[in-house]
């Protein structure tokens, strides 16, 4: 049988280039391919990025108050529809569609905070730096940017970066994850539809061949990249190399420290539903507890019991988790717990078993936890992506800052405590990025920034806020002297556009 194939988008229109690889993209629920998508060319892409480049010249000089009306337009229309874009996520990510409805909305943060572009656009201006001599600087759009995008998020996370591209006067090429395409199509309709001029966003699908074309084109100038720590780097090392913008977003190995004041119950809640939550395939993921003597048993015992009335199955029933991607991540995943076995970890509840409200042949594998996990195992050290949740015990804070402070990855981090002081030491003694108090997945909102520290970033510019209207310009300072003041003419009415 012959499936639908997902096409690029490229200058407001599908666009089908020439090359003919293709890959199945999988309903995870399901456990079939459903569609193809296609697998641009260097030559597919260079088309694309031609087209983007035209598109520039007149994005790059529309007024503010014209682009912030088709901004305005967009979330107007992601606001209405939302419901259609999760039906899509879940169609082939695997997720809720309630968990789809959040990173919707996630997402649609970022396109309100960028509906703000006058005002973060703004330069600065010195009157009589010297005698009849001004000062100001002007932030100015970079021309072709690219987005690469991985496939936990494949709404929310290009949502980071391309309403600030395009708010900023730059044109977008969006290269998501070729495990679930459609969402980046249809977000491709709906700027059509806000009114965006066609070329401004580009989606062109495709593997390693595209992400090297990206890499290496002389008109592209920047690419804003998530996904794994090793191909993160890849892509810091050869665009930097290659004289481009890059931030790099790459894996996470997020630690909850449980001090012996905390709350246990909210502890407990709060473990589950960020270790758990869509399925355990979020870079903000709880997937270590370290627990502070003496409450490893008492904690222990409460997830375990609160994990079992978590219910597995297909996302768009009423369901708390999904199945995973695919069936080669599902069995990566659960590779882990052999591991965990002959390293000597406790595995207290084991998802091989679940049985799921779905289809038989999903992607299934139930939420775990495995205590007493060794940190010389693999269990503790790796990545592992997937609904398992490691528990080390230690003796006291400190041992606790210095295990967290050892590893890796430095994406995100929380304490559970009522001690104020302990909270406030832990704030600034910690090496990770995004920091949470009694908050389990600490997202910064969309008017902040959003990155990690050591191999969780490649690069010095995390993703929205401030910082990425400043990734997404150029920053030029003038300093100018007039002696012969002149006027505009008249003009009694109020400017429009
Ligand atoms: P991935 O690294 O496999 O893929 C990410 C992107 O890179 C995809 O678009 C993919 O097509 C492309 N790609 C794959 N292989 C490539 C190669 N050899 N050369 C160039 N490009 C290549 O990641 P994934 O499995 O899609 O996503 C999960 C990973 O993303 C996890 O490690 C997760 O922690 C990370 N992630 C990080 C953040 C963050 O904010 N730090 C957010 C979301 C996901």
Redesign the pocket.
Known sequence: MNLPIINHWVGGAEFEGTSDRLADVFNPALGVATKQVRLASTGDLDSAVAVAKKAFESWSTMSMTKRVAILFAFRELLQARKHELAEIITSEHGKVLSDALGEITRGQEVVEFACGLPHMLKGEYSLNASTNVDVYSLLQPLGVVSI??????PAM?PMWFFPVAIAAGNTVIL?????DPSASMWVANLWKEAGLPDGVFNVVHG??VS??GLLEHPDVESLS?????P?AQ??YEKGAANGKRVQA????KNHMLVLPDANLDLAADSAVNAGFGSAGER?MAISVVVAVDPIGDDLVNAISEKMSKIVVGDGTRSCDMGPLVTQVHRDKVASYLDIATQDGATIVQDGRGVTPDGDENGFWLGPTLIDNVPTTSKVYQE?I?GPVLSVVRVKTYDEAIALINSGAFG?GTAIFTNDGGAARQFVTDIQVGMVGVNVPIPVPMAYFS???WKH??FGDSRAHGEEGFRFFTRQKVVTSRWSDPSHGGLNLGFPQT
């Open positions: 690469v995008s991985p496939f936990n998020f996370v290269k998501p994850s070729e495990k593997d390693k992400v090297d990249f998530v996904g794994s720590t191909i890849y892509v977003l790459g894996g996470a870079c990545e992506f994406n959003f990155g990690g969780s970033l």
